[in-house]
């Protein structure tokens, strides 16, 4: 455990929601800080830095923030939590939503920054603080990849526990089909072991029920044994959007799980950094990773090329660790609204509401819609609290949640969402969505999925410790309520 002093915040006063006999911001932060741990209050830099992410439209306002540097601080943290009755929430990079941390403490874990690679057996062992791109970046000299996410600035923890969908999930399967066990602080104030041998309702819980079950402080994976792939992205004209969209559907439907795809609606700004074919144009992004022979992957690649004239053509042999250029995301820190939807099938008519929604002729406020194939290896796997291996695409609109968009973007993400519904599956994937009521996690979690989540949370945190396990509890509680 790490002792240090740091600088109080300013003094915040009786802060919203706060109760007679709740201690002051002043006094929690005090209280931290005489246990040992490295906590920073409202109003100093630390403070300010630690809680600003990289989506700016989730922004958290916790009661302190609390830095981690091992597995043992958070032992404390949530020990003391219980002790004192205040609620713990988890944060890294601030990609995805975390649960309201308003009168909470909450624990950031960039220290938790462990990261080593067993390349004979084929594995790695990863803090809680790691990003992905870190492990692509020492498991390729031994020419192995891992299955990360499009977006290798993105915690590897928080992807996981969110199911993990990758852009060679087709071949791979899902990022949590790859993990042999995590350690996790429960709400108890227990280090322990989730695997399937060990603690294996934990473990269930901890692939895809977010940050529920526990603060994860590192997990071991398996790597996969690919050096290159053959992958990137095609672009075109926005104004071929409706052949190549209906190309690419008919297409995908054919492929074998080696290759991984997915369609995009894109509309940059005109910024300087951009490709000039992109920038400030309305394009099509065709992405595409094929992890068979990098002579086939040409041959598989053809009727997509040969649809329309692409402005750009970036597929080619890439090496695995350069995953994160087959979607080019975003890494600046940015105000960002999502939508997001399952399908069951892309019928004709959802072909045609993608196209009149997003597609030339549309008003359309988004950065991005994109409709990623599902499938191949990601239908099957161990049992897990994610539920969604039998939807067979992912639509997820992004736009800026910047005045005077954000009233049509969020409209648009609607009228998307809705227009889609004839062929929804109902469901949701938990690192695409944010939400917090009821309605969201029977969608992400279906019934039965929501009432073992509710049962290992009770079970590991009987004090109610973990904000996520207070939003879950708090949003399904099943009995009715008095009056
Ligand atoms: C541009 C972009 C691209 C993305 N691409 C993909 C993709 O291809 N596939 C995919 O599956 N997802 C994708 N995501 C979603 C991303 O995986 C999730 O938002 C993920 O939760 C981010 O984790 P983080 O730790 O970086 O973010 P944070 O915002 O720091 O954490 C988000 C949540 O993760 C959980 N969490 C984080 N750390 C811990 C911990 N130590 N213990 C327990 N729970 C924890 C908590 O519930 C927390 O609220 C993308 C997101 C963005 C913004």
Redesign the pocket.
């Known amino acids: 455990m790490t002792t240090t002093t740091t600088t109080a915040g300013t003094p915040t006063g009786t802060s919203a929601g706060r109760t007679a006999g709740t201690p002051t911001a002043e006094a929690r932060l005090a209280a931290l800080q005489e246990a040992g741990l490295v906590a920073h209050g409202r109003g100093s830099a630390e403070y300010d830095a630690l809680v600003s992410?990289?989506?700016l439209d989730l922004s958290v306002s916790p009661v302190a923030v609390v830095e981690a540097a091992d597995a043992a601080d958070v032992v404390a943290l949530v020990r003391l939590a219980g002790e004192q009755g205040f609620g713990v929430g988890?944060?890294?990079?601030?990609?995805?939503?975390?649960?309201d941390l308003d009168d909470q403490v909450m624990v950031h874990?960039r220290g938790l920054s462990e990261l080593h690679v067993d390349a004979e057996g084929r594995w790695a062992r990863v803090g809680?603080g790691v990003l992905w791109q870190q492990v692509l970046d020492v498991a390729a000299p031994h020419g192995l990849g891992a299955v990360a996410?499009?977006?290798p600035a993105?915690?590897v923890?928080?992807?996981l526990?969110?199911?993990?969908?990758?852009p060679v999930g087709r071949t791979f399967g899902l990022g949590i089909d790859h993990v042999r066990s995590f350690d996790v602080v429960t709400g108890d104030g227990e280090l322990r072991t989730a695997s399937a041998a060990e603690n294996p309702d934990l473990f269930w819980a901890l692939k895809g029920g977010?940050?529920t079950a526990?603060?994860?402080t590192a997990v071991e994976i398996d790597l996969v044994p690919v050096a290159e792939l053959y992958a990137g992205a095609l672009f075109f004209d926005g104004a071929d959007a409706d052949t190549v969209l209906r190309t690419w559907a008919s297409w995908s439907a054919t492929l074998p799980a080696e290759a991984t795809t997915s369609i995009a609606f894109v509309r940059l700004p005109p910024l300087p950094q951009l490709p000039p074919p992109l920038a400030g144009r309305f394009t099509m992004s065709v992405r595409f990773a094929w992890t068979g022979s990098l002579e086939q992957g040409p041959e598989v690649l053809a009727p997509m090329r040969a649809c329309a004239t692409p402005v750009l053509d970036g597929v080619g042999p890439l090496p695995f660790a350069a995953l994160g250029a087959i979607h080019m995301?975003?890494v600046d820190p940015m105000p960002s609204l999502e939508a997001h939807t399952l399908l069951a099938e892309l019928t004709d008519e959802a072909l045609g509401a993608l196209v009149d929604l997003a597609g030339p002729a549309a008003e359309c406020p988004q950065v991005v819609v994109e409709v990623r194939q599902l499938g191949g290896a990601m239908s099957d796997g161990a049992e897990a609290a994610f539920a969604q291996r039998d939807a067979a695409y992912s639509v997820f609109a992004v736009g800026l949640a910047v005045p005077p968009l954000r009233e049509a973007v969020t409209a648009h993400g609607r009228a998307l969402v809705d227009a889609l519904e004839p062929c929804s599956t109902y469901g949701l994937l938990p690192?695409?969505a944010t939400g917090t009521d009821a309605a969201w996690w029977t969608a992400a979690y279906g019934e039965q999925g929501v009432a073992r989540l509710r049962e290992v949370v009770q079970a590991h945190d009987p004090r109610r410790v973990l904000a996520?396990s207070r939003a879950l509890l708090a949003a399904t509680d099943p009995r009715p309520t008095t009056r």
């Not at 988890?90 to 649960?99: A, I, N, Q, W």
Request: cysteine-free; aromatic content about 8%.
């Open positions: 992410g990289f989506n988890v944060r890294l990079t601030g990609h995805g939503l975390s649960p874990t809680a996410g499009s977006a993105v915690g923890v928080g992807y526990t969110g199911g993990g969908i990758s977010r940050g526990g603060v994860v995301d975003p690192n695409f996520g």
